[in-house]
């Protein structure tokens, strides 16, 4: 093989012409969601002046279209458009890396580099303070809410019980409650932090209230507002150590439960500080470190000001109303509110489980309120120490049972496709199986067949039969559901049938087992 000589120039020319790589060169990239800014430098080590940017990612635009190109010192700033949707109109899936070609006098090698979020930027003082005081009165505000009123209602009563004692002592339990609000903040806005930073150091997806986002979170936290519910109307008793409430302040326990009280009033203010603080909150979350911090110490400041105004100005207890009975209409007033706070964290809770699964977490509650009942009624000091061991045992078994119960489930590996006869009269012509489950949502003895029987491996067998299973639910009227049970001779769910091409109708027992269903299938599907 010969070289044509004639060529040689022409190769020679491309070869120079490759983009070169320069190691010296440094990059970055970053966006706040939108448009991207690539800077490289030092700018010196370019030769001329770069003309265009052609990226390798399809969702970002070249510097030609749209962006531009400018020099900030010794680096050249690269401003690029995102490309959100293709020649057919079609959302282009986007990214997290950048990396092209820089085209000028001579063309560069753009290694991929990853597109980070911006620093955050600080407030200029002025919208600072003003954001600082929003926070404040916002945590202030909070102490009205269904969820922190009882929490604060409780100890502010507590000062009512101790109208006329040491005033250094009510100060000291004003203090220490103050700090347990200020160190249940800065966990939260310490793993919110800690948060922002993995994401890239700008603004994270993450936000305040982010911990609701755990089903495990809401669940415990329902449990928690229930069961106070519950001892506030005074199905029984916390105990001091818990509440302080009846507690002698000067104690080491009353301090304790001060303490513990900031920390309660923290975690039950999540619920309610999203609506109410949601712009002061969004704009803390984005600052620099310092103004992050101060921001959310701020909000906690407000959210113990009353029990601290109250301790360090003691002539402002005198004004409060003096003990008796009406306290204990208080009391039993607050559990209505955690009551409610209870049911709002239940519908989250639902949302996050599915309805369907809705069930396990009302019976549970459920036990916790027998729990409760069990306990005050049965473990009182006059009662013999047996009867006290006895409820005690009980109360347990009734509370871990009811938690249990109101746990996330797993989530089922069985797929339900809605029923309709057109479906039904498809699957049969191309030879499919199909098992169809009759039910409703307020049918008790459906849901507890979808608990028990649909084990993990009834579900393995009805991929290896090839089973579709439809979902004929009629917990709203529906006429072609009725027609359909009529003509299977049934009126009553639930009703599960099984429908193999070529043989009738195999109607199954009402009460399901996991047992009843691996024989049926093994017995009426022939093996492939």
């Given at each position: 093989?010969?070289?044509?000589a004639?060529?040689?120039?022409?190769?020679?020319?491309?070869?120079?012409?490759q983009?070169?790589?320069?190691?010296?060169?440094?990059?970055?990239?970053?966006?706040?969601?939108?448009?991207?800014?690539?800077?490289?430098?030092?700018?010196?080590?370019?030769?001329?002046?770069?003309?265009?940017?052609?990226?390798?990612?399809?969702?970002?635009?070249?510097?030609?279209?749209?962006?531009?190109?400018?020099?900030?010192?010794d680096?050249?700033?690269?401003?690029?458009?995102?490309?959100?949707?293709?020649?057919?109109?079609?959302?282009?899936?986007?990214?997290?890396?950048?990396?092209?070609?820089?085209?000028?006098?001579?063309?560069?090698?753009?290694?991929?580099?990853?597109?980070?979020?911006?620093?955050?930027?600080?407030?200029?003082?002025?919208a600072?303070?003003?954001?600082?005081?929003?926070?404040?009165?916002?945590?202030?505000?909070?102490?009205?809410?269904?969820?922190?009123?009882?929490?604060?209602?409780?100890?502010?009563?507590?000062?009512?019980?101790?109208?006329?004692?040491?005033?250094?002592?009510?100060?000291?339990?004003?203090?220490?409650?103050?700090?347990?609000?200020?160190?249940?903040?800065?966990?939260?806005?310490?793993?919110?932090?800690?948060?922002?930073?993995?994401?890239?150091?700008?603004?994270?997806?993450?936000?305040?209230?982010?911990?609701?986002?755990?089903?495990?979170?809401?669940?415990?936290?329902?449990?928690?507002?229930?069961?106070?519910?519950?001892?506030?109307?005074?199905?029984?008793?916390?105990?001091?150590?818990?509440?302080?409430?009846?507690g002698?302040?000067?104690?080491?326990?009353?301090?304790?439960?001060?303490?513990?009280?900031?920390?309660?009033?923290?975690?039950?203010?999540?619920?309610?500080?999203?609506?109410?603080?949601?712009?002061?909150?969004?704009?803390?979350?984005?600052?620099?470190?310092?103004?992050?911090f101060?921001?959310?110490?701020?909000?906690?400041?407000?959210?113990?000001?009353?029990?601290?105004?109250?301790?360090?100005?003691?002539?402002?207890?005198?004004?409060?109303?003096?003990?008796?009975?009406?306290?204990?209409?208080?009391?039993?007033?607050?559990?209505?509110?955690?009551?409610?706070?209870?049911?709002?964290?239940?519908?989250?809770?639902?949302?996050?489980?599915?309805?369907?699964?809705?069930?396990?977490?009302?019976?549970?509650?459920?036990?916790?309120?027998?729990?409760?009942?069990?306990?005050?009624?049965?473990?009182?000091?006059?009662?013999?120490?047996?009867?006290?061991r006895?409820?005690?045992?009980?109360?347990?078994?009734?509370?871990?049972?009811?938690?249990?119960?109101?746990?996330?489930?797993?989530?089922?590996?069985?797929?339900?496709?809605?029923?309709?006869?057109?479906?039904?009269?498809?699957?049969?012509?191309?030879?499919?199986?199909?098992?169809?489950?009759?039910?409703?949502?307020?049918?008790?003895?459906?849901?507890?067949n979808?608990?028990?029987a649909?084990?993990?491996?009834?579900?393995?067998?009805?991929k290896?039969?090839?089973?579709?299973?439809?979902?004929?639910?009629?917990?709203?009227?529906?006429?072609?559901?009725?027609?359909?049970?009529?003509?299977?001779?049934?009126?009553?769910?639930?009703?599960?049938?099984?429908?193999?091409?070529?043989?009738?109708p195999?109607?199954?027992?009402?009460?399901?087992?996991?047992?009843?269903?691996?024989?049926?299938?093994?017995?009426?599907?022939?093996?492939?």
């Open positions: 093989m010969e070289l044509d004639a060529q040689a120039t022409l190769f020679e020319t491309a070869r120079k012409n983009p070169a790589s320069i190691s010296s060169l440094k990059f970055t990239a970053q966006s706040d969601g939108g448009d991207i800014q690539l800077r490289i430098s030092p700018a010196s080590a370019i030769p001329g002046e770069p003309k265009d940017f052609i990226p390798n990612q399809p969702y970002i635009n070249a510097a030609s279209a749209g962006g531009k190109i400018s020099r900030d010192g680096a050249w700033i690269i401003d690029l458009k995102r490309a959100k949707k293709d020649a057919l109109d079609q959302p282009i899936p986007q990214g997290k890396s950048l990396s092209g070609i820089l085209n000028g006098s001579t063309s560069v090698i753009i290694s991929e580099t990853t597109i980070s979020s911006p620093p955050p930027k600080p407030l200029p003082v002025s600072y303070l003003v954001n600082l005081f929003l926070m404040f009165l916002g945590g202030m505000i909070l102490n009205l809410m269904p969820c922190v009123f009882p929490v604060i209602g409780l100890k502010i009563m507590g000062f009512v019980q101790q109208a006329g004692n040491d005033r250094k002592k009510i100060v000291l339990h004003g203090i220490v409650f103050t700090l347990g609000v200020l160190a249940s903040f800065a966990v939260l806005s310490g793993i919110l932090f800690a948060a922002r930073l993995a994401a890239g150091g700008g603004s994270s997806s993450i936000g305040w209230g982010y911990q609701l986002q755990s089903p495990w979170v809401v669940m415990s936290l329902m449990l928690l507002m229930f069961a106070m519910g519950l001892s506030m109307f005074g199905l029984f008793e916390i105990g001091t150590s818990a509440t302080s409430i009846g002698s302040l000067q104690s080491k326990q009353g301090l304790s439960g001060s303490f513990f009280s900031g920390i309660l009033a923290t975690v039950v203010a999540t619920p309610c500080s999203a609506p109410l603080l949601g712009p002061a909150i969004g704009k803390a979350i984005a600052l620099p470190t310092f103004q992050f101060t921001s959310f110490a701020a909000m906690a400041i407000g959210l113990s000001m009353p029990y601290l105004a109250l301790s360090a100005f003691p002539k402002l207890i005198d004004r409060l109303p003096r003990p008796g009975a009406w306290m204990e209409s208080f009391k039993q007033a607050m559990s209505f509110l955690l009551f409610a706070t209870a049911g709002y964290l239940l519908w989250v809770y639902a949302t996050q489980i599915l309805l369907e699964n809705l069930l396990g977490p009302i019976f549970g509650l459920s036990l916790i309120a027998i729990a409760a009942w069990i306990y005050g009624r049965w473990n009182l000091p006059h009662l013999a120490s047996r009867t006290r006895i409820a005690v045992l009980l109360t347990l078994l009734f509370a871990i049972g009811g938690f249990v119960l109101a746990m996330p489930p797993k989530k089922s590996k069985l797929t339900w496709e809605p029923w309709s006869q057109e479906r039904v009269d498809a699957l049969l012509a191309e030879g499919k199986p199909v098992y169809i489950d009759f039910t409703a949502q307020w049918c008790l003895t459906c849901q507890v979808k608990k028990v649909y084990t993990d491996e009834i579900i393995e067998l009805m290896q039969k090839n089973i579709v299973a439809l979902k004929a639910d009629k917990t709203s009227p529906n006429p072609a559901i009725e027609e359909k049970l009529q003509e299977l001779g049934r009126s009553a769910i639930p009703v599960n049938v099984l429908l193999v091409p070529e043989k009738d195999i109607i199954t027992p009402e009460v399901l087992s996991a047992g009843y269903l691996k024989d049926l299938f093994t017995k009426e599907i022939p093996a492939k």
